[in-house]
């Protein structure tokens, strides 16, 4: 019987937050401003993470380069505060989840406010 919370899940809560505070306090890279970490998915072999982040200001392509290229600094900065014998390599995707949800909560509310005016 499988357990229902694994080391990979606890790993990749704890990279979460350490790569939150790692991006607002650490990263002086101009392109990489107000970045929220939305979730984080370890292989099991702990040699990867895929590291979701969506931002404000949506995607650009200067936000992912900037993510790219601070990727070494933060997994070092893991690899000190992590007790781990193999830290992950990191690997940013966009995550639109963000950006979705608040269409479909536009759509909704434009929904209901047509339903208003019909019923007036």
């Given at each position: 019987m499988p357990k229902d919370y694994s080391r990979t899940d606890r790993i990749?809560?704890?990279i979460q937050r350490e790569l939150a505070?790692?991006?607002r306090l650490e990263v002086k890279d101009p392109r990489v401003g107000m970045v929220t970490v939305t979730g984080v998915e370890?292989?099991?072999d702990y040699a990867h993470a895929k590291i979701f982040y969506t931002t404000l200001n949506g995607t650009s392509k200067e936000l992912q380069e900037g993510?790219?290229?601070?990727a070494g600094?933060?997994?070092s900065k893991l690899a000190g505060?992590?007790?781990l014998r193999i830290t992950p390599q990191l690997h940013f995707v966009y995550d639109s989840s963000?950006?979705?949800g608040s269409q479909l909560s536009q759509l909704i509310d434009r929904a209901i406010a047509s339903d208003h005016n019909k019923s007036d």
């Open positions: 990749a809560e704890q505070q790692l991006l370890v292989t099991r993510l790219e290229k601070t600094f933060l997994r505060l992590m007790k963000v950006e979705h």
